[in-house]
């Protein structure tokens, strides 16, 4: 299999994971969409025939049979009449095109009630915090494992071992309540959630230091909770390869450790900091649920908390196709850097 085949066959594969899991997601919800139309439909039938002045002199009879006939047409028009495997093949569809139609209940700050209009207006919001966030740990979590790896029982490698173990079991909303509690009412530097303050400042420019007064403190608790992780697994990792033969190679042939370290040690150490990274970078995008709710900012996971909370289906498939979008994407991205960075990957691609 060539380069070129193995790409298209990598992308296909891709493809037809994210239509399964989107089939699976549009059969489990199929029903309690189809109920809410269904709702939809005669409740607008009732105010169109029993509630219109219009048909007042028709006789009850007459009504019903009136309120039949536009509710026939109106599960035509929506294509309820259709077989099932039809209606979740269509809607499944609709999906991978960014179809997903209009929300039921919830509404963009316009007022659009496209769905994706309300979730391209919260993806920006949580890119801002939880992306950065992410970026942020990587840097500090690899630097510090780097330095923790060439001073093995250091003191800055024993408080980064213990530090790791410490945040690794604490659950991030939890973390974010303490903060809440600590920063916001015991010493009130920072608010205590939401994105910007109310009123919103009207200058550009103090809206922007607005913005970021605001994300400071859930900025501040994701790096907390998570950079000693990084830094333990990046400590764990160049460790393995700082045993292996070339190195000690490398040094009896007096490269200095710098150009030893961050010239091959790193190289090869790359693709599983690699995984990591661009998975932990794609699957900010999605937010937390929980912890943009604890914060009370609106991005992607506080809307999918909302949307849950109000039954509001096509929202909840459409922030599930996203998702399971980002991660696809992430492993179809991640096997061709590996075929860049491990020449081990490309065993049995013939050129």
Request: no cysteine.
């Amino acid at each position: 299999m060539g380069v070129a085949s193995y790409a298209v066959f990598r992308v296909a594969n891709a493809l037809v994971i994210l239509f399964l899991v989107i089939l699976i997601t549009a059969v489990m919800m199929n029903k309690y969409m189809e109920d809410t139309i269904l709702a939809e439909i005669r409740e607008r039938v009732a105010n169109e025939v029993f509630r219109n002045p219009q048909y007042i002199n028709l006789s009850p009879e007459e009504k019903r049979e009136l309120a039949e006939n536009l509710t026939q047409y109106y599960i035509r028009l929506r294509g309820l009449d259709r077989p099932y495997i039809i209606r979740v093949l269509y809607r499944a569809v609709d999906a991978m095109s960014l179809n997903f139609g209009n929300a039921q209940t919830l509404k963009s700050a316009s007022g659009s009630t496209n769905v994706a209009d309300i979730v391209l207006e919260a993806l920006p919001r949580t890119i801002l915090l939880f992306t950065t966030g992410t970026i942020i740990t990587i840097i500090v979590g690899i630097l510090l494992g780097l330095k923790a790896a060439t001073n093995v029982a250091s003191l800055l490698d024993r408080a980064i071992s213990t530090f790791a173990m410490f945040t690794y079991a604490l659950p991030m909303w939890w973390v974010g309540m303490l903060f809440i509690f600590y920063f916001s009412y015991v010493i009130e530097i920072f608010p205590s959630g939401g994105m910007v303050s109310i009123p919103p400042p009207e200058d550009p420019i103090a809206y922007a230091l607005d913005v970021l007064y605001h994300l400071a403190l859930p900025l501040i608790t994701f790096v907390f909770v998570n950079f000693g992780g990084w830094s333990y697994a990046t400590r764990s990792i160049v460790l393995n390869v700082l045993t292996e033969d070339f190195v000690n190679t490398a040094r009896a042939k007096g490269l200095p450790e710098r150009k030893i370290l961050y010239g091959h040690v790193l190289r090869t150490a790359s693709p599983p900091i690699v995984t990591s990274t661009t998975l932990a970078i794609l699957g900010s995008i999605g937010g937390a649920i929980i912890t943009e709710a604890v914060f009370n900012w609106p991005g992607l996971g506080r809307l999918f908390y909302v949307a849950i909370l109000n039954g509001d289906m096509p929202v909840v498939l459409g922030l599930t196709y996203i998702s399971t979008f980002l991660y696809v994407f992430a492993v179809l991205v991640l096997d061709f850097v590996y075929m860049v960075l491990d020449p081990r990957v490309r065993v049995g691609i013939r050129r």
